[in-house]
Nanobody, 112 residues
């Protein structure tokens, strides 16, 4: 049974940084591409970033390119999202995603 547990969210001021983590279990983590998606209050799900199974290729939405970095540790079954230069419109619940499955999410609030 696939399990994805996000952590690391919180309240941060504009311009600040956060690092999100996702602990994965129940599947062969190293064999799958993984993604981060987010949902802002009152809006639909938005794709943020994807990393291939080996961690050698990464992809970003234009809205986060140059500010966010996705990475993974296949030895520890962990996915990460380093978020820098955060903006108020980055406020959202962030989800770790494998195929159609996502975790319960972690809330990121960017506000002064």
């Amino acid at each position: 049974q696939v399990q994805l547990v996000e952590s690391g969210g919180g309240l941060v001021q504009p311009g600040g940084s956060l690092r999100l983590s996702c602990a994965a279990s129940g599947f062969r983590f190293r064999s799958y591409a993984m993604s981060w998606v987010r949902q802002a209050p009152g809006k639909g799900l938005e794709w943020v970033s994807t990393i291939n199974s080996g961690g050698t290729s990464t992809y970003y939405a234009d809205s986060v390119k140059g500010r966010f970095t996705i990475s993974r540790d296949n030895a520890k079954n962990m996915l990460f999202l380093q978020m820098n230069s955060l903006k108020p419109n980055d406020t959202a619940v962030y989800y770790c995603k494998k195929d159609a499955v996502r975790g319960k999410g972690t809330l990121v609030t960017v506000s002064s």
